[in-house]
């Protein structure tokens, strides 16, 4: 059975750094794409960042490229989002997401719908 559990969430303050992890079972993580989307109220879901099963490519959104790192523990079964320098615009609940296929090969993270979604965690961005 394929599980995905966030953690890491919290409230920080702009320019602030959090770290998300996606703890995982049910599956083996490094033959698996990881991405990690978030939804803010009232808007649609954003795919964020994810990382190739194939060779450990990473992608990221425009929006968030340069702040945030995605990174994956095989041992840990466990990916990361390291987010640094915190806008107030990055609130939103974040999701990772774990798919079978090779899906994470462009910037385009939001371009897939992955098999499996996590249950969220809540970032909020103030001051």
């Known amino acids: 059975q394929v599980q995905l559990v966030e953690s890491g969430g919290g409230l920080v303050q702009p320019g602030g750094s959090l770290r998300l992890s996606c703890t995982t079972s049910g599956f083996t993580l490094h033959y698996w794409t990881i991405g990690w989307f978030r939804q803010a109220p009232g808007k649609a879901r954003e795919g964020v960042s994810c990382i190739s099963p194939s060779d450990d490519s990473t992608y990221y959104s425009d929006s968030v490229k340069g702040r945030f790192t995605i990174s994956r523990d095989n041992a840990k079964e466990t990916v990361y989002l390291q987010m640094n320098s915190l806008k107030p615009e990055d609130t939103a609940i974040y999701y990772c997401?774990?798919?079978?296929?090779?899906?994470?090969?462009?910037?385009?993270?939001?371009?897939?719908?992955?098999?499996?979604y996590g249950q969220g965690t809540q970032v909020t961005v103030s001051s």
């Open positions: 997401a774990s798919d079978p296929q090779d899906l994470c090969y462009s910037d385009y993270v939001g371009g897939h719908t992955y098999a499996y």
